[in-house]
């Protein structure tokens, strides 16, 4: 009994120990977790400090930047303040200044409305006074019989209303032609822009297939390198060569389609455009002529914008030269290409012969291989010439030149129209000088023909003194009238050319005028 009190006694010992070691572990872990706890308290304190010191920094930088501010912002105040000072007193200037200014215009329109009724009345005077003069004049020349200083007067006006007239026809057609010509160079523009794109697609449709028909001899040419060091072809590749032969042929076929376009339909297309293209150039170049005809000197030089113009035909002479060389071949192409497709029928008949005789000396077969070397060269010499002219060809690059040349042509035609313009308008002075020159010479005429009335009283040294100024007077009279009559002819023979063909050319269009016009033009001279 006393021993069974023992064992429980050890049990529970044994059990009291066993939860006495479970509370030392479990003190022990919950001391390790407190620790911990107290550790990342630490660092969350720490944490909390440092951004607790970043926040008090960021209020001092915000503290600073509102300081910064406040301050701009009472200088901004302030300034505002002045402009707004400086804008009222501006605004009370302005007023000040907006009443002088009205005041000046008052001051202004009242002097003008003055000015005006003086202008009107002196124009009234004047317009009295002249027709006064001119009822006088009429009297006078009934009177004294001056029937000469009558017909003057006629024919200065009739003259002076044709030449206006044929100036005014003379600036409308060079207005038309003007227009024309600016229409017409711009279709030629077109068409040979839209001629250099199809040439050059051409050109780059034949460098793309001749490339090919390159990069398949590439391919082949290493076939051949391979058994180049054998005695004899092995007789094994009868195969391969009939690839190679018929890749040959269809190559053949293909640069002699290459050919056909130097030679065949598609050349004689392009000789056709080429014509149309020259034809309409042409065109635009007798308009221009046509103009220059129309305003030469009065000595009966052409104006400077024709040597430009031909300047401008030179060139696109050369641009038709190349544009010719590159479309015929005769750059070189066509002779290559004829020499590409003969070797390649020489290697096609050597091939064909290989398979009829398989047999084919070393000789032969490196025959082939040196052909197809030359055939590739001569292929990479083709892509490098298509659409250049050799230098011994006098034609500068299609492209460079065909720009230079619209760059010609445009201002060319703003030369044209600036020697319209000051070629008319010194026409219509020339015109106003002769006819103030003849109006002036009239009068002269007129005072001296009237024969001076004296008294019976004036001495005889007055009588002869008015003898010696009439004589003056007649000798000038003779000496202007002799200088009057060569401006005259100069210049109604100069109009009279400018205008002649110019109203042939509407009598052939069976205009009602055209005939009148050559009529007053034969009879201004």
Known sequence: MHGCQDGGHGLKQTEFRERYVQMLDQIARQMIDFYKDVVTQRVMDQRILEELYNFKHVIEELTRELCLVRAHDVKLTKEAEKVHKNLAQALLDAEKNAKIVEEYHDLY??????????????????????????ELSLKVIERNRV???KRLYLNEKAWNKYTKHFIILLSN???????????????????????????????????????????????WQQFFENNNEKDTVPPNKENIVNLIISDFKQWQKVLNEE?????????????????????LQENWTDIGLGIFGRHKSLEG?????????????????????????????????????????????????KLENFLEFPDMPLE??????????????????????????????????????????FNMIQQWILKIGNEINNGNIELQRYIDELHISMIQWMVNLLILMIPDFTDQDSPPKLEEESVEKHDVG???LELGAIELTRKLSQYSSYLSSCCKAM???????????????LYELDNMK
């Not at 009242?110 to 002249?130: G, T, V, Y």
Request: with cysteine; proline share 2%.
């Open 109 to 134: 329109t009242l002097q003008r409305e003055r000015m005006e009724n003086d202008i009107k009345q002196l124009m009234a005077e004047r317009d009295i006074w002249s027709s006064a003069t001119y």
């Open 147 to 149: 029937i000469l200083a």
């Open 173 to 219: 057609k060079d207005t038309e032609d003007l227009a024309v010509l600016q229409k017409l160079t711009q279709k030629w523009r077109d068409l040979m822009n839209k001629f250099k794109q199809e040439v050059e697609e051409s050109e780059e449709s034949t460098k793309e297939t001749l490339q090919i028909i390159k990069d398949g001899l590439i391919k």
């Open 259 to 279: 050919q056909e376009k130097l030679t065949g339909d598609l050349l004689l297309s392009k000789y056709d455009t080429l014509k149309i293209i020259k034809h």
């Open 301 to 349: 030089e052409m104006p400077p914008e024709q040597q430009y113009m031909e300047e401008i035909i030179k060139n696109i002479g050369k641009l038709y030269k190349d544009y010719e060389v590159r479309i015929t071949g005769e750059n070189g192409i066509s002779k290559i290409l004829l020499s590409v497709i003969n070797s390649l029928d020489f290697c096609s008949f």
């Open 364 to 405: 032969e077969w490196q025959g082939v291989s040196k052909k197809i070397n030359e055939i590739k060269s001569q292929l990479e010499t083709l892509i490098s010439i298509i659409g250049i002219v050799p230098q011994f060809i006098d034609v500068d690059p299609g492209l460079v030149l065909q720009t230079y040349i």
């Open 474 to 476: 007649v000798a000038q």
């Open 503 to 517: 109203s042939l050319c509407k009598a052939i269009n069976s205009q009602k005028s055209a005939t009148e016009e």
